[in-house]
């Protein structure tokens, strides 16, 4: 009950939420640290990851998301397991965008990828919107052209993919840019023009939503961008031009 009333202030707040997911041990929780400079639990073990633990991430956008660790899965999840850890699976179909952490130096990366969109399937988010983060590239020697070819092979397999490690922040800006997008790309576009006496309107914008252009006219303040869809009915009667929502 307590988790599900955080659910409906994070919605009624218009504030994104990103889950990571991934093979148990891919470096979620130590991804996490490094993102949000938190401290949430990082163990070598099955299941240390039992609570969804949240934080906040500024974007480069400026915008705020929650970022929502979440437990390791494993190939054929059991069903008792499932039940064990729905409060933390529940953060994985609630959230606005995935971020699936895949450990690069595993040997069985492959199958292990395979196993986590399977359970996503079994959770109903496998239509959901996923950037994947290729973590641990600290345990590659990239002046070994071998070890590089690696990489490479594995950015090129999984296109839109961002190689990372969370132990020395080796490609986090770059993640953090491609989860924004992510996070925009499925805003509505609208072009408004808010009347001055609504200026709460163009805060609530520049707050929660991405300003592509601003222009002070004689009517208002003409705004071109994107919002959350809970956030657009707001601005309905603003709608300089509808065709563009």
Known sequence: KH???????RKQSSTP????????????????????????VAEDKLFATLDPTTRRVQLPSDRLALFSDTVGF???????LVAAFRSTLEEVTEADLLVHV???????????????????????????TVVVALNKLDRFNLHDPVQLAQVQDALDEYPGAVAVSAVSGHGLPELLVAIDAALRYHMPH??????YNHGELVALMHEH????????TEHGTHMVGRLPTELTGRYIQYWNNPLHV
């Open 102 to 128: 895949v450990d690069l130096s595993h040997p069985n990366m492959e199958e292990q990828i395979s196993a986590v969109e399977e359970v996503l399937e079994e959770l109903g988010a496998g239509d959901k």
């Open 3 to 9: 988790r599900d009333q955080h659910r409906a202030q």
């Open 190 to 195: 609208v072009d408004v023009l808010i009347p």
């Open 74 to 80: 494993i190939q054929k999840l059991p069903t008792m």
């Open 209 to 216: 939503g991405v300003v592509e252009a601003e222009e002070h």
């Open 17 to 40: 939420v990103v889950a990571l997911v991934g093979y148990t041990n891919a470096g979620k929780s130590t991804l996490l640290n490094a993102l949000a400079n938190a401290d949430v």
